[in-house]
């Protein structure tokens, strides 16, 4: 069946980095856009960035540009999200979204905690 199971969230101190991955499986992954999203306490899902199929195009948020770096790997159905300089208005929970067409796949998500 279809799953995207994200994974390297955790507490980190301002300043620091972290990268997330998003492993796809059940579906061609190669086919889909590939997106990062968060969601911050009291807040609604926000987009943080987008990759296109080849990884030849990618978009990022005001807030992120700069310090984030999104990529993927079609031969490891996987794609990733590289912050650097971490803020505390970063924390959230980060999930991943597949969209294809009609079609819409998202991750469970993964906890990121920016904080002394």
């Known amino acids: 069946q279809v799953q995207l199971v994200e994974s390297g969230g955790g507490l980190v101190q301002p300043g620091g980095s972290l990268r997330l991955s998003c492993a796809a499986s059940?579906?061609?992954?190669?086919?889909?856009?590939m997106s990062w999203y968060r969601q911050a306490p009291g807040k609604g899902r926000e987009l943080v960035a987008d990759?296109?199929?080849?990884?030849?195009?990618?978009n990022y948020a005001d807030s992120v540009k700069d310090r984030f770096t999104i990529s993927r790997d079609n031969a490891k159905n996987t794609a990733y999200l590289q912050m650097n300089s971490l803020k505390p208005e970063d924390t959230a929970v980060y999930y991943c979204n597949a969209n294809f067409k009609t079609l819409a796949y998202w991750g469970q998500g993964t906890q990121v905690t920016v904080s002394s």
């Open positions: 990759i296109t199929t080849t990884g030849g195009s990618t």
């Open positions: 059940g579906f061609t992954f190669s086919l889909y856009v």
